[in-house]
């Protein structure tokens, strides 16, 4: 009997790609979906199953590479987050309309509320956009059933289909079964095949209908034999109200009708979003006076319903249209709608507790030793008045200690480092601008914008924070290291500097991030030279996360009570958790519940207050 | 029905806080483990991200017949706080009568009138241990164990699912073979805390 496990659901789902025969996986790494792809590979180690595991430079490369497998006849898998899929939204569009060979699989991850996303976009809408099919999971034993049936619907139909999963799922914890054995990948053959494997225009006139026409056909097998995804609670009955619900809300109205037995409310659960099973919804709105529709984060489902006069929903803000939809707000929604009250225990005592001691949830913040926040210190030391455009990744954390002007989406920092430099350039003014982005962001998608930039002769200074790793979605590679996720599979490491000269970048350095002193300097020469070559010059700022625990000199600090003046300069422009500042004393200490002694903070203080312990 | 009292006597629902970086995803994982030993259906949510860079992080952790992996206001039986701002930011996840396990550093806050108010109402049974008193004082100021800790101070308080010989074995199992020592010392650290 196989043993049960308590999984993550992106664990669990990990389990069934391997278990379905997948042979190549892909992905680019992003909350809350970055587990997947090195649970597949320790799946894959385990049962010492072939499957191929890889990390794409970017999720356009990662999809890429699964649609090539797929075109061989491999059974493929490419992972992203939703932003993800906007980067791979290019090929996505057009794969949609293709006769695939292997099936393949996309896994996008939402991120209702947001938690950890610049973003609630929704990719079910985007499925909806592009005509891929889509499953959409209330739980972690549910996503990996439906890892199977999507792998069965794309042989069949030969179709991409998508599997959308979102935070609650994604990072759900179930006792779930532990995959034992793996079914037989596909042959892989590649055969020439015009009609099927280019998009010239010629040929996609006839593809699209012949797509449209298959997107119909697995319509009705969705109305049909998916009862075990679409289906009603209780069967054919009519309630004073219909709920018509999806994904993790479902999940959380099962627990709250439970909590509440009632019977005046019935449930349509739609586990196929697009395309939407017109037969199942039009028979239960045609039953109910009132139906209300529960689905995150957008109106996918409401949206495809025939007539919403009766529908409640975004449509009519009775639904909010951002954010999470958490069990006490869904309990408020689904009474209110028949007309009771929800019931709340007085927490006024509470409230006014939580005010009086001035608790406020804490935010997120660079981790004491982080090499980011030495560098920022740097950059803002030695060009105060210099325009920050940053990315994403932790060092966007950096707003606290206001070393980040902007940032929007991953490699805009170089790209928006352009656009502030040809504006002022426009005006005749004259402003430093300093870009700064992580090491997986720039083989992500700053390479492209730093290549615009030589090319059009942009002068400012763009940092790459080399810390080793993908810190940010939980410390993942990239191409600057050799780490692949299969044991005993070994990459080559891209040394960011030489990429750097060949995209032809004159100015390169390399600087310890620890180091002030030398940072500063360099960061004044980059930009000398900047503005006098007209050309982006490129500074790299190298040491390890504190992820990655690599042993590093133990530099003590003290702060000198006498010299400490309380004018928090080392809190609001240093930041580290290491230093808290006393707000009656007014002096700041070091917290040793989190100083790690990695000295930087001793060249901070104005006052000259904090200072290494002699060992 | 009366089966029903029967299950629902068993269901638990549980809220973790603490600030990222205090490991306190390996608390529910030690639940985890205990719960499907004993053959019992569990879901949860953890928070995984951004959150973890020092942030406020919450695990809901439910042990029973249950489907969502959240935890409603004013249904916890339990709230366990690694640090004590946390725990009574998130007090009202718990349902009268239940208990409050928080790892203290500044008692005044406690004295606040209307926290007390709030306690004595919904009947909180409030159990404080100094975390990072004890640990500076046996584990050189270790605050990484903070999380074996306070699972020792779970079981000695007999919190259910929290059973003493089953998170010492949990931990056996979960924890490094290399900290065995060290954790099963502070695992009986934690449990004296609670009885003191
Ligand atoms: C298009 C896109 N893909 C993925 C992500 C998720 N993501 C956020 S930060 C980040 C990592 C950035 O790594 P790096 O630039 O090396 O910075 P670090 O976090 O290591 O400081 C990723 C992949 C995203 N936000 N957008
Ligand atoms: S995880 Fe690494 S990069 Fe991110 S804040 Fe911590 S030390 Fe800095
Ligand atoms: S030495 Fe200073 S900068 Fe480094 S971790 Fe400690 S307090 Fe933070």
Redesign the pocket.
């Known amino acids: 009997m196989p043993v049960k496990a308590m999984l993550l659901g992106n664990e669990a789902i990990a389990g069934a790609v391997v278990a379905s025969g997948c042979q190549v996986a892909t992905a680019y790494p992003g909350t809350p979906s970055s587990e997947i792809l090195p649970a597949i590979a320790a799946v894959a180690d385990r049962l010492n199953a072939p499957t191929v595991v890889e990390w794409g430079a970017n999720e356009k490369v990662a999809l890429e590479m699964a649609i090539g497998a797929s075109f061989t006849g491999a059974r493929a898998c490419a992972v992203m987050k939703q932003v993800g899929l906007n980067v791979a939204a290019d090929a996505f569009m057009t794969v949609a309309l293709y006769r695939l060979k292997g099936g393949l699989l996309l896994i996008s991850s939402d991120d209702p509320g947001p938690h950890s996303s610049q973003n609630e976009q929704d990719s079910r809408m985007f499925a909806m956009f592009a005509k891929v099919p889509v499953l959409d999971p209330s739980d972690a034993v549910e996503a990996a059933l439906m890892v199977k049936d999507a792998f069965a619907i794309s042989e069949k139909y030969s179709v991409l289909t998508m599997l959308r999963t979102t935070t609650r799922v994604a990072h759900c914890r179930q006792d779930i079964e532990q995959v034992e054995t793996f079914e037989k990948g596909n042959e892989v053959k590649f055969e020439r095949d015009l009609s099927r494997w280019v998009s010239l225009p010629a040929i996609v006139r006839v593809s699209h209908p012949l797509h449209n026409e298959r997107i119909e056909k697995i319509r009705s097998e969705f109305e049909t034999e998916w009862g075990k995804y679409n289906y009603e609670i209780p069967s054919k009955t009519k309630a004073k109200l219909g709920v018509i619900v999806s994904g993790v809300c479902f999940s959380t109205l099962k627990d709250l009708m439970k909590q509440w037995c009632r019977d005046d409310i019935s449930i349509l659960r739609i586990g196929t979003p697009y395309p939407l099973p017109h037969k199942i919804t039009e028979s239960f709105l045609a039953r109910h006076d009132k139906v209300l529709v529960l689905e995150e984060p957008y109106p996918v489902i409401e949206t495809q319903l025939m007539n919403r006069s009766k529908v409640d929903g975004r449509w009519n803000g009775v639904v909010p249209s951002a954010g999470e939809l958490l069990p006490e707000l869904i309990e408020k929604i689904v009474l209110s709608e028949i007309g009771v009250e929800a019931k709340k225990p007085d927490a006024s005592e509470l409230k006014s507790a939580i005010e009086e001691l001035g608790l406020t949830a804490r935010k997120p913040?660079?981790?004491?030793?982080?090499?980011?926040?030495s560098s920022f210190f740097i950059i803002k030391k030695a060009l105060p008045n210099a325009i920050s455009p940053s990315d994403i990744?932790?060092?966007s954390?950096a707003i606290n200690q206001k070393g980040v002007d902007s940032s929007l989406c991953m490699g805009a920092s170089v790209t928006m480092a352009s656009g502030y430099y040809l504006a002022h350039k426009e005006t005749g003014q004259e402003r430093a601008v300093v870009a700064t982005l992580?090491d997986s962001t720039f083989f992500h998608m700053g390479v492209p914008g730093l290549i615009s930039a030589v090319y059009n002769r942009h002068a400012f200074v763009l940092c790459v924070?080399d810390?080793s790793?993908t810190?940010?979605t939980g410390?993942q590679s990239n191409p600057g290291l050799t780490g692949k996720p299969r044991k005993d599979d070994l990459g080559v490491a891209l040394p960011i500097e030489s990429v750097v000269r060949g995209c032809g970048v004159t100015f390169v350095e390399t600087v310890k991030a620890y180091d002030t002193a030398s940072g500063m300097d360099a960061i004044k020469r980059a930009w000398e030279y900047a503005k006098t070559n007209k050309t982006p010059s490129v500074l790299i700022f190298k040491h390890?996360?504190?992820?990655?625990r690599v042993p590093q000199e133990k530099i003590s600090v003290t702060v000198d009570n006498d010299k400490c003046v309380g004018c928090r300069y080392c809190i609001d422009n240093f930041g580290c958790p290491g230093l808290s500042f006393d707000e009656s004393a007014k002096k700041v200490s070091v917290d040793k519940r989190y100083c790690v002694s990695c000295g930087v903070c001793a060249v901070v203080c104005p006052q000259k207050a904090i200072h290494k312990v002699a060992k | 029905m009366a089966n029903e009292t029967a299950n629902k006597s068993k269901d638990m629902q549980y809220i973790i806080v603490g600030v990222g970086g205090q490991g306190i995803l390996f608390t529910s994982r030690v639940l985890g483990k205990i719960a499907i030993d004993k053959g019992l259906p569990i879901v949860g949510s953890e928070v995984h991200g951004m959150a973890?860079?020092?942030g406020s992080v919450i695990s809901h952790f439910k042990v029973g017949s249950f489907f969502g992996p959240l935890v409603s206001d004013g249904h916890a039986d339990v709230v366990m706080a690694f640090d004590q701002k946390e725990g009574i930011r998130n007090l009202s996840f718990l349902k009268e009568g239940g208990t409050f396990l928080v790892n203290t550093n500044c008692a005044a806050m406690f004295e606040n009138d209307h926290l007390k108010k709030y306690i004595a109402d919904r009947k909180i049974r409030v159990c404080k241990f100094k975390g990072f008193h004890i640990l500076d004082e046996h584990m050189e100021g270790n605050y990484l164990f903070l999380n074996v800790l306070i699972l020792g101070a779970a079981a000695g308080l007999k919190i259910p699912g929290f059973e003493e010989d089953r998170v010492a074995a949990a931990l056996k199992e979960l924890a490094p073979p290399k900290h065995i020592d060290s954790n099963l010392k502070v695992f009986g650290l934690g449990i004296k805390a609670a009885s003191a």
């Open positions: 913040q660079l981790c004491a030793g982080c090499p980011h926040r990744g932790c060092y954390l992580g924070l810390n790793i810190a940010m410390g390890p996360c504190m992820l990655l | 973890q860079r020092g």
